[in-house]
Nanobody, 123 residues
Framework: QVQLVESGGGLVQPGGSLRLSCAPSGSIASIGPMAWYRQAPGKQRELVAKITAASLTTYADSVKGRFTISRDNVKNTMYMQMNSLKSEDTAVYYC?????????????????WGQGTLVTVSS
């Protein structure tokens, strides 16, 4: 069983900052790419940022220069620092992590989703 624990969402004024974190736990042998997605009301879920196991990063054009994704491979935790937040960044943010389970769980490849954390940017 693999679970993701997200934290860091909340209400912030335009121009403010928040930091999201995502930590997988459970029977994990290795962790591959990690990513943040978001879904605004009435819109489809979209990729915000992705980071590979080697810490190569990609970003949606809408967040380039404002958001920074990172990972701590010792703590098995992913972060996203969000600066200069805009009202259009309001959404539920989901982390997505690719893992290989440990031998007791059969070395299975899984893509796991977090429960989502709400970010609201409003004055």
């Amino acid at each position: 069983q693999v679970q993701l624990v997200e934290s860091g969402g909340g209400l912030v004024q335009p121009g403010g900052s928040l930091r999201l974190s995502c930590a997988p736990s459970g029977s994990i042998a290795s962790i591959g790419p990690m990513a943040w997605y978001r879904q605004a009301p009435g819109k489809q879920r979209e990729l915000v940022a992705k980071i590979t196991a080697a810490s190569l990063t990609t970003y949606a054009d809408s967040v380039k220069g404002r958001f920074t994704i990172s990972r701590d491979n010792v703590k098995n935790t992913m972060y996203m620092q969000m600066n200069s937040l805009k009202s259009e960044d309001t959404a539920v943010y989901y982390c997505n992590v690719a893992v290989v389970t440990d031998p007791e769980e059969g070395y299975r490849y899984l893509e796991v989703w977090g429960q989502g954390t709400l970010v609201t940017v409003s004055s």
